[in-house]
């Protein structure tokens, strides 16, 4: 109750220096508090952090200042603000808003390491620093589409707002820059840490659920790119898997750590692994593309662990249900275990599709080996009708006619289109999982188990049969 903090200015008078002063006796005495200030940057404003006594932020004509020590002593907090007159500043859940001269609004997100004695910390040669409680929101995409060169646009509400394609130089990771509006806090969890000198091995991150069980372990390297052409390195050589995607279409890409020195941030979008791509050729749907993204972790507590060369910390941390919505925390924990679920089943079924084409492709390869053979036409009509009776259950499992998003129309989607297509709806909302959902799921659940049990009698008994039989002339067999 004691104390109060004062801003002051001359510059009308030709004094051009900063008055900065504290009071901790109800104003009888006053301390100037200016060290680490140009003696030419004139004071305009000052704050304290309302969670933390002590850490004190000042508005000068050109910029931001912060103090860890009451004002003792200050240093800049610049960052990318540009140099500008810092008029009024707040401090609002865990954000510094600070309101410029001709600049508009500027907002820190998060100076949970501020907060966090990020001073001492310094000394340190790694630090994992507490990350704040998130709270759990969908952003709206407005329907954005494949981005193209130059300005792209999109209509979230109802004002249409332009946007660039651009390259963070340090990850490589391409984000949108906003030309006409504003750009919304992090979407996600988000994590600080510190490293005094970059470790020579990679940094990894690795995020737990309440009871301990990992969720996703995220790193500094950056993933290697899939084959191009999914061809074998030699003869007989096992298929390789082979990138999913569309010519022209953007891989789903994994985020990748940052590994620099001094503080890094990371922004975890609370999601859990996706569900498994397809191989091969024809290649998955737009649809089926969006609806392999892993679910969106429930509202509750979780882990996270830091590990940078010999170095491991950890920490813990909140998701919070939004509070705009009415869906409460069992609502919401319903919806990720039946979302969960649903991928899973997605998985399984594209591994089963992706088994099938490396056995169709390998069959192929041993046809035409024994083509034109006589001694081997038992052999090739064996594996003629093996081959077949696997691609029927392909056509079960996923339309591989359709090699356009025009030719669905001729021919409909199968299970796994409709299982991705089920993921999208059971997450399209904050709020538990209809009837509907749930019987739709098990029937679908039921039909794909039908024709994996299908598959495993083909592998267990035709398929044998073949692999018995090139074996004897010497190939290897074929399996998944």
């Not at 500027?106 to 004695?117: E, G, V, Y």
């Not at 794909?448 to 044998?464: F, G």
Request: hydrophobic share 40%.
């Amino acid at each position: 109750p004691a104390r109060a903090y004062v801003a002051a200015e001359a510059y009308r008078l030709d004094d051009f220096r900063p008055f900065f002063y504290r009071t901790a006796n109800y104003g009888r005495t006053w301390t100037k508090i200016v060290t680490g200030i140009a003696p030419d940057d004139f004071a305009r404003v000052i704050r304290e952090d309302p969670e933390r006594a002590g850490v004190l932020f000042a508005g000068t004509e050109t910029g931001l200042y912060v103090s860890f020590d009451d004002g003792a002593r200050w240093q800049r907090l610049q960052g990318n603000l540009p140099v500008v007159p810092i008029h009024d500043l707040l401090v609002k859940d865990g954000d510094l808003v600070v309101a410029t001269h001709g600049r508009s609004f500027w907002i820190l997100d998060d100076i949970t390491p501020l907060r966090q004695q990020a001073e001492r910390v310094t000394r340190e040669r790694v630090h994992l620093f507490t990350p704040r409680a998130t709270v759990r929101f969908k952003a709206d995409r407005g329907f954005p589409g494949r981005p193209k060169p130059g300005k792209n646009y999109r209509m979230p509400g109802a004002t249409m707002i332009t946007w660039r394609q651009v390259e963070k130089p340090e990850t490589g990771e391409k984000i949108e820059a906003f030309v006409d509006a504003g750009k919304n806090p992090p979407d996600g969890v988000v994590v600080h840490y510190w490293l005094r000198e970059v470790p020579d091995g990679d940094v990894t991150l690795t995020f737990f659920d309440a009871r301990g069980k990992e969720i996703k372990t995220l790193s500094s390297a950056k993933p290697e790119p899939a084959s191009p052409t999914g061809e074998p390195e030699s003869e007989g050589a096992p298929i390789e898997a082979v990138s999913g995607a569309a010519p022209g279409r953007e891989e789903r890409k994994e985020q990748v750590v940052p590994k620099q020195r001094g503080l890094n941030r990371f922004v975890w979008n609370m999601r859990y692994p996706d569900a498994a791509k397809l191989e091969g050729d024809p290649p998955m749907d737009e649809a089926t593309e969006r609806g392999i993204a892993g679910p969106l972790a429930a509202p509750g507590q979780y882990r996270v662990r830091l590990r940078a060369g010999e170095e491991t910390s950890e920490a813990r941390f909140e998701i919070r249900v939004d509070p705009r919505v009415n869906a409460n925390g069992q609502a919401l924990q319903e919806q990720f275990t039946l979302a969960l679920a649903v991928r899973d089943k997605l998985t399984e079924t594209h591994e089963a599709i992706n088994g099938i084409r490396r056995m169709r492709t390998q069959i192929e390869a041993w046809l035409g080996r024994a083509k034109g053979q006589r001694e081997l036409r038992a052999l090739e009509r064996s594996g003629r009708a093996v081959s077949a009776k696997l691609r029927e259950v392909e056509g079960e499992l996923v339309q591989w006619r359709a090699r356009t998003r025009s030719e669905t129309l001729s021919w409909p989607i199968r299970l796994n289109a409709k299982l991705a297509a089920l993921a999208g709806m059971v997450s399209a909302a904050d709020a538990a999982p209809t009837q509907g959902m749930r019987e739709l799921f098990a029937d679908l659940s039921k039909r794909v188990d039908a024709q994996l049990q299908r598959l495993a009698a083909i592998e267990k008994a035709e398929l044998a049969e073949f692999n018995a039989a090139i074996r004897k002339e010497k190939l290897p067999p074929v399996g998944r």
